[in-house]
């Protein structure tokens, strides 16, 4: 059974950064494409950004390009997040999530999430 | 930019069938968008229901299906249960990435 479980989330100050991990059992994390989707209070579901198996190409939405940068560590199964240059509306739970293909591509398996909360 | 729409809202009965659409602000929605669906109960993780326009995934019950019905994706549910009350996403594969629809809350009632 995939196993996906989300860490590092935080009370944070505007301008502030957080990293966030996410460790991978039960499936073939290093051949896996990985995700992060985040939803804030009360709103929808938000793609953030993607990392192919090998971590040579990355994809962000465009409200955190040059602020959050996707990585992994295959050695280890996890998945990160690092977050800089934190704004208010960055607040959400932020889940990570496999990344599969089939005649085009979806996510699969879902981690329960983490709490990020940006405020003064 | 296109924006992919659903109904805020829908209500079906117990036991009833209801149809949940995707569709775009401009153009029609088609197998090229690759439509899939997920369901989220408030408080947990999003669930993964249909994938490739109309293949469901591991686990899910057969009552949930996918289709392209006119120019929208759909998500229909056939025999609805109570538990079944949940939000529903679509995403598309919009050329520049993976785009949400808003979601649609379903009552069962």
């Known amino acids: 059974e995939v196993y996906l479980v989300e860490s590092g989330g935080a009370l944070v100050q505007p301008g502030g950064s957080l990293t966030l991990s996410c460790a991978a059992s039960?499936?073939?994390?290093?051949?896996?494409?990985m995700t992060w989707v985040r939803q804030a209070p009360g709103k929808g579901l938000e793609w953030v950004a993607n990392i192919k198996h090998d971590g040579t190409e990355k994809y962000y939405v465009d409200s955190v390009k040059g602020r959050f940068t996707i990585s992994r560590d295959n050695a280890k199964s996890s998945l990160y997040l690092q977050m800089n240059n934190l704004r208010v509306d960055d607040t959400a739970v932020y889940y990570c999530?496999?990344?599969?293909?089939?005649?085009?591509?979806?996510?699969?398996?879902w981690g329960q999430g983490t709490l990020v909360t940006v405020s003064s | 930019q296109t924006v992919v729409t659903q109904e805020p809202s829908f209500s079906v009965s117990p036991g009833g069938t209801v149809t949940l659409t995707c569709g775009l602000t401009?153009?029609?929605?088609?197998?090229?968008?690759?439509p899939s669906w997920y369901q989220q109960t408030p408080g947990q993780a999003p669930r993964t229901l249909i994938y490739s326009t109309d293949t469901r995934s591991s686990g899910v019950p057969g009552r949930f299906s996918g289709a392209i019905l006119g120019n929208k994706a759909a998500l229909t549910i056939t025999g609805a249960q109570a538990h079944d009350e949940s939000d529903y996403y679509c995403v598309l594969y919009m050329g520049y990435g993976m785009v949400f629809g808003g979601g649609t809350k379903l009552t069962v009632l």
């Open positions: 999530a496999t990344f599969l293909f089939s005649n085009g591509w979806y996510w699969d398996s």
């Open positions: 039960g499936f073939n994390f290093i051949n896996s494409w």
């Open positions: 401009s153009g029609s929605v088609s197998t090229i968008h690759n």
